[in-house]
């Protein structure tokens, strides 16, 4: 855990937007009023790459997030409405300037390959040291977990629930498919469209697998980051399947994993003493199994996302067909049937419809 400082000083998470600006921070915001011509107005023309932004159709309007070195605002470009996220370099620190450059042409590169619906949409970027710019489309619906707080503790519907999680599976999916490990899912990055459809979002930290090493000196977010990151190994694509566990955690829930501990000490108490979040009795014996699944200790016992995704879309079309499905159904291992049955139905089958 001797990565504590350093996550500290580079974390991306946004901070409250009333939490009032340090004086290094101030100087920097001001110095962004170089590359924008007024507020609400045009930026000032940037690099020349394949995904370069034309940066004279670009129109900033509103700040409505904020993080470390980033600041996110609504605008248009070219007649659509996109988020436009800031972000800006140090001059002070040299070795973070070069961090957040990396990061910034990483987090470019992976977003112009993807194509997926329950991936965020990338429109354009704009590379101008020491401020640079991605342009993403805008999601009126803001983030998961913007909305689960703005719901009653286990107040979330089932057919909901599971809507949600075979949307972040889908994406995640898709993600793995291409070799990409995201390693930073969460509710916060997980973001909502007018039609309650999730999108993958920040890709900061993502990377590709065959370029993945160890954790060591890595910037996730305690609550949601698998014990093999904490502890700086190695990692695989299952790290991603540990954060999906917490995040269907949330879903059921609707609250905040480890809420009564600070990062740090949720941190410790996943690596030294197993813990995880409690899952009430009331959560049904198929998504209990599931996100434990999902949790264990051991990478090698996580399931891959095709098996999440299969498991998800199964439950979805029994629930759609039954929708007492989960107060019977009962998991059990390696069942092969094309569609979950509970066994109250499978009962009342006749003898030559039996498997």
């Given at each position: 855990?001797?990565?504590?400082?350093?996550?500290?000083?580079?974390?991306?998470?946004?901070?409250?937007?009333?939490?009032?600006?340090?004086?290094?921070?101030?100087?920097?915001?001001?110095?962004?009023?170089?590359?924008?011509?007024?507020?609400?107005?045009?930026?000032?023309?940037?690099?020349?790459?394949?995904?370069?932004?034309?940066?004279?159709?670009?129109?900033?309007?509103?700040?409505?997030?904020?993080?470390?070195?980033?600041?996110?605002?609504?605008?248009?470009?070219?007649?659509?409405?996109?988020?436009?996220?800031?972000?800006?370099?140090?001059?002070?620190?040299?070795?973070?300037?070069?961090?957040?450059?990396?990061?910034?042409?990483?987090?470019?590169?992976?977003?112009?390959?993807?194509?997926?619906?329950?991936?965020?949409?990338?429109?354009?970027?704009?590379?101008?040291?020491?401020?640079?710019?991605?342009?993403?489309?805008?999601?009126?619906?803001?983030?998961?977990?913007?909305?689960?707080?703005?719901?009653?503790?286990?107040?979330?519907?089932?057919?909901?629930?599971?809507?949600?999680?075979?949307?972040?599976?889908?994406?995640?999916?898709?993600?793995?498919?291409?070799?990409?490990?995201?390693?930073?899912?969460?509710?916060?990055?997980?973001?909502?469209?007018?039609?309650?459809?999730?999108?993958?979002?920040?890709?900061?930290?993502?990377?590709?697998?065959?370029?993945?090493?160890?954790?060591?000196?890595?910037?996730?977010?305690?609550?949601?980051?698998?014990?093999?990151?904490?502890?700086?190994?190695?990692?695989?694509?299952?790290?991603?399947?540990?954060?999906?566990?917490?995040?269907?955690?949330?879903?059921?829930t609707a609250l905040t994993p480890f809420d009564?501990?600070?990062?740090?000490?949720?941190?410790?108490?996943?690596?030294?003493?197993?813990?995880?979040?409690?899952?009430?009795?009331?959560?049904?014996?198929?998504?209990?199994?599931?996100?434990?699944?999902?949790?264990?200790?051991?990478?090698?016992?996580?399931?891959?996302?095709?098996?999440?995704v299969d498991k998800l879309e199964k439950y979805?079309?029994?629930?759609?067909?039954?929708?007492?499905?989960?107060?019977?159904?009962?998991?059990?291992?390696?069942?092969?049937?094309?569609?979950?049955?509970?066994?109250?139905?499978?009962?009342?089958?006749?003898?030559?419809?039996?498997?």
């Open positions: 855990m001797k990565n504590f400082y350093w996550l500290k000083q580079i974390a991306s998470s946004q901070s409250k937007l009333e939490r009032r600006l340090s004086l290094g921070e101030y100087k920097r915001a001001i110095s962004w009023s170089k590359y924008l011509v007024s507020s609400g107005a045009e930026i000032k023309n940037g690099g020349e790459e394949e995904w370069s932004a034309d940066m004279s159709l670009l129109y900033i309007g509103n700040k409505f997030a904020s993080g470390r070195h980033s600041r996110i605002y609504r605008g248009v470009y070219k007649q659509r409405d996109v988020a436009i996220k800031l972000i800006s370099q140090p001059q002070e620190d040299g070795e973070l300037a070069s961090f957040l450059e990396k990061q910034f042409t990483s987090e470019v590169a992976l977003l112009f390959m993807l194509r997926h619906p329950n991936i965020i949409t990338f429109v354009a970027a704009c590379k101008k040291p020491p401020v640079f710019c991605i342009i993403t489309e805008y999601y009126p619906g803001g983030s998961l977990r913007k909305y689960l707080h703005q719901q009653e503790p286990y107040s979330l519907p089932l057919n909901l629930v599971l809507k949600l999680a075979l949307d972040i599976a889908r994406g995640m999916q898709y993600l793995h498919a291409q070799g990409i490990l995201h390693r930073d899912l969460k509710s916060e990055n997980l973001l909502l469209d007018e039609d309650m459809c999730v999108k993958v979002a920040d890709f900061g930290i993502s990377c590709l697998e065959t370029q993945c090493g160890s954790a060591k000196g890595f910037t996730g977010t305690y609550r949601w980051m698998a014990p093999e990151m904490i502890k700086e190994k190695h990692h695989t694509k299952k790290v991603d399947v540990y954060s999906f566990g917490i995040v269907f955690w949330e879903l059921f009564d501990m600070t990062p740090e000490q949720a941190a410790f108490a996943v690596c030294q003493k197993n813990a995880r979040p409690t899952l009430p009795s009331s959560c049904p014996k198929a998504f209990n199994r599931l996100i434990h699944r999902c949790w264990s200790s051991n990478p090698e016992k996580r399931p891959q996302f095709d098996e999440i979805a079309e029994s629930l759609d067909q039954d929708p007492e499905f989960f107060s019977s159904y009962e998991p059990s291992e390696g069942y092969t049937l094309s569609r979950c049955i509970p066994k109250c139905m499978a009962s009342r089958r006749s003898p030559s419809l039996r498997p």
